[in-house]
């Protein structure tokens, strides 16, 4: 049957269906009522758009410019020697250099070893010495002392240098107290030793190498307690005088032993400076190293070049010393 009121439902349906779509997708309809939804899980859609964030800011990459390929390099390339800026020294200092160093070592080793006491052919000592300053006042040449010898060394030093060293000694038992005594200066210096003197000659029974050498352990060990003298070096002198006594069978005396090293004649240097005079020398290693076979302590090269300044086997009295002349006429006239 045909009605005649208006379907008012479908109308409703209709108007209903309109307002959903003008409302927006965060209000939905419960129990016929708009109710707003919350907005957060919504997601926006724009059409053919990716989805950007206000706070993401995207930069430019930007690339290095390709640079165009290096050649290979060849076997038979060799690049150009790099080239430094030399600084230029004067020809009076060369450069040094661990040979140089050598070098120089070994010119100062001839100096003073290998041509120590040698003469030039044909000529005399006294025509390599350079004449000393003449005092027109006095008429004379000047002369001093050694130059060790200063205003301040003590007076029992310059007395030894006056009147002992370098005069030539032949006596077995001063040979045996030099020796003594040289050896007891090692570590040392020659005033305090010759200030005790007297002591070593009264521990040592006044040097005399055959009664020093029947020294028993404990009368040595007795010495070095008494007279405050080192154990070593009262063994060491109780074994070198033993050793002297076998040189006294074997060459008659120890005298002809040392001076047959000299030829029986001191060597008669002419050093002008005692930055001159060398701590040891070829006839000092030849007498220490045939004392040390034999059994000798305390005999080093350094050791025996002192003692044989100090007996006059050599006078190394500087040339504007007195003594020097007065050592020489010794040695001339013995």
């Known amino acids: 049957m045909c009605s005649s009121k208006p379907n008012t439902s ?14 927006p997708s965060s209000v939905a309809r419960i129990s ?18 990716p989805i950007t964030t206000a706070t993401t800011a995207t930069k430019p990459v930007t690339r290095a410019p390709k640079l165009p ?8 390339t060799i690049s150009p020697p790099i080239t430094r800026p030399r600084t230029t020294t004067p020809s009076a200092s060369p450069p040094s250099s661990a040979l140089a160093g050598k070098l120089q070592v070994a010119d100062m080793r001839k100096l003073r070893i290998a041509h120590y006491g040698r003469r030039t052919k044909g000529g005399d000592d006294k025509a390599r010495v350079r004449p000393e300053p003449v005092d027109s006042s006095l008429g004379t040449r000047m002369e001093k002392r050694c130059n060790f010898i200063t205003s301040s060394s003590d007076p029992i030093y310059v007395t030894y240098h006056d009147e002992e060293w370098g005069v030539p000694v032949h006596d077995d038992n001063l040979l045996f107290e030099l020796l003594v005594l040289t050896t007891a200066q090692i570590g040392s210096e020659w005033t305090s030793i010759l200030k005790r003197r007297e002591l070593l000659r009264d521990a040592f029974s006044g040097f005399d190498a055959e009664t020093v050498a029947t ?5 040595v060990a007795s010495i070095s307690c008494n007279y405050g003298i080192e154990l070593s070096q009262a063994r060491g002198a109780a074994e070198n005088a033993k050793q002297i006594l076998k040189i006294k069978e074997e060459y008659g005396s120890f005298d002809k032993y040392l001076w047959r090293y000299v030829n029986f004649k001191p060597i008669a240097t002419q050093y ?8 040891k020398t070829s006839k000092s290693e030849a007498i220490s190293k045939d004392l040390v076979k034999r059994g000798f302590r305390f005999v080093g090269p350094a050791v025996i070049h002192s003692f044989m300044q100090a007996v006059g086997l050599t006078n190394d009295h500087i040339v504007s010393c007195p003594r020097h002349l007065h050592c020489s006429q010794l040695a001339q006239n013995p």
């Open 32 to 49: 016929g009522r708009p109710v707003l939804q919350p907005t957060c899980n919504r997601l926006l859609r724009r059409h053919n758009h």
């Open 10 to 23: 479908t109308h409703h349906n209709s108007s209903s269906s309109s307002t959903d779509m003008d409302q």
């Open 215 to 219: 020294f028993t352990e404990r009368r």
């Open 69 to 76: 390929p290096s050649p290979p390099i060849s076997p038979t």
């Open 272 to 279: 002008r400076a005692r930055q001159k005079i060398p701590v």
